[in-house]
């Protein structure tokens, strides 16, 4: 690059569609029937990058009270911590930042 603030820019484009675009794909990929088996292979490949990883994990811990409420459930019992122990709370919070995480270590 000749200059610096368009090295600048195309890194935070890179960022972007790796931490917002790819997992918002992948997300909606996931939910239709069509393509989910295409998004789960795919979701190994873009683990690699970690902007997809930081994005996953966030869209993660946001959107499962949402689908606990198109569920039926009451979403604020997702955050809740009464009657649980603390061995309780890492199973129960694992799942959604496990491998997001793994793949930032």
């Avoid at 090295?7 to 960022?15: D, N, R, V």
């Avoid at 997992?23 to 902007?51: D, S």
């Amino acid at each position: 690059f000749s200059n610096h603030s368009t090295a600048q820019y195309c890194i935070m484009a890179l960022f972007f569609v790796c931490g917002v675009l790819l997992v918002i794909a992948n997300k909606v990929m996931g939910l239709l029937k069509n393509t989910q088996k295409v998004a789960n292979l795919l979701v190994w490949g873009f683990r690699v990058l970690p902007p997809f990883c930081l994005g996953e994990g966030l869209i993660s811990m946001s959107s499962r009270p949402f689908f606990r409420a198109i569920a039926g459930e009451n979403p604020s019992l997702f955050w809740s911590t009464e009657g649980y122990t603390g061995e309780d709370l890492q199973k129960r919070h694992a799942g959604l930042l496990f491998w997001p995480l793994c793949y930032l270590a």
